[in-house]
């Protein structure tokens, strides 16, 4: 029957963003942990987390906060971010 179909799809829908969900929160708390320490070549999984929660021009709004206008210019955050891919 559809309406079983759709039940299943739903749930199978919902359960796929949970653990979506989760693995962002694991991303952002690995940067987090390996930028505080020497596993440093991972703390990049700290931009992937933000930017697939906010969105790339949230994001870039953000780390803009974060580091400053300055450091943002001379780092090139934004270019970097801009390689990124969104799908």
Do not use: C, H, Q
Request: glycine share 8%; charged share 25%; net charge positive.
């Amino acid at each position: 029957p559809p309406k079983l179909k759709m039940k299943y799809y739903n749930f199978y829908k919902s359960l796929t963003r949970y653990l979506w969900d989760i693995a962002v929160v694991v991303f952002i708390l690995w940067g987090i942990f390996a930028f505080l320490t020497s596993f440093t070549p991972g703390s990049w999984l700290f931009f992937v987390g933000l930017f697939v929660i906010f969105g790339r021009k949230r994001t870039e709004n953000r780390v803009e906060k974060i580091i400053g206008k300055k450091w943002f210019g001379k780092l090139n955050v934004k270019k970097l971010l801009g390689k990124i891919p969104t799908r």
